[in-house]
């Protein structure tokens, strides 16, 4: 379960007014009894509390659809497949044994784009795949994964992992990415 805010710095404002609810409790020339006065301050801070409560837009998530990662490796010409191998172990650890509905996919890209490793609870190696290594098309890569994530998430989490030099050949890198961050994809 998880609990957000939309407008967070509104409560900032709780500390201040209930401490005015308190001086206008404690100074109130109303003659009552001290069980209605507690029960007063008491039911007016909550109503206050409330109140900030909802400006500040509280919502609660109890549902978790899980967390859906594709991991993007470049296998061009211009990375070492050492590299990227040693990266992926290290990922691999990281993230451990995913559990339910947590799952991680494998993609490689050159020129195009290839799965080498379906959904799962945990990254492997992958299948060998054969691509174009003489081009680094970043953008295909963030397209796939994309439209893969759409296909395969039930909602949740979605981001992408990139293992590459950063140097694509072909391709808008930086329009994907706002795509990808425009379809909330991380």
């Known amino acids: 379960m998880s609990l957000e805010f939309s407008e967070p710095w509104l409560l900032l404002w709780s500390v201040p007014v209930i401490a005015v609810i308190?001086?206008?409790?404690?100074?109130?020339?109303?003659?009552?009894?001290?069980?209605?006065?507690?029960?007063?301050?008491?039911?007016?801070?909550?109503?206050?509390?409330?109140?900030?409560?909802?400006?500040?837009?509280?919502?609660?998530?109890?549902?978790?659809?899980g967390l859906t990662i594709v991991v993007l490796r470049d296998l061009s010409e211009s990375v070492s497949r050492l590299e990227t191998d040693i990266a992926l172990e290290e990922i691999s650890r990281k993230l451990g044994n995913l559990t339910v509905p947590d799952q991680v996919a494998l993609v490689s890209f050159g020129?195009?784009?290839?799965?080498?490793?379906?959904?799962?609870?945990?990254?492997?190696?992958?299948?060998?795949?054969?691509?174009?290594?003489?081009?680094?098309?970043?953008?295909?890569?963030?397209?796939?994964?994309?439209?893969?994530?759409?296909?395969?998430?039930?909602?949740?989490?979605?981001?992408i992992i990139l293992l590459s030099d950063g140097n694509p050949t072909e391709g808008d890198v930086l329009r994907e990415a706002r795509n990808l961050a425009a379809a909330g994809i991380s």
């Open 111 to 159: 020129a195009e784009p290839a799965l080498e490793q379906g959904l799962a609870l945990k990254l492997g190696p992958g299948k060998q795949v054969s691509i174009n290594q003489n081009v680094t098309d970043i953008g295909a890569a963030f397209r796939y994964a994309a439209s893969f994530l759409t296909a395969n998430s039930a909602g949740g989490g979605k981001r």
């Open 22 to 65: 308190y001086l206008l409790w404690k100074y109130s020339r109303a003659a009552s009894s001290p069980h209605i006065r507690i029960s007063s301050l008491v039911l007016r801070s909550i109503a206050a509390i409330l109140l900030l409560l909802g400006l500040a837009g509280i919502s609660f998530d109890t549902k978790s659809d």
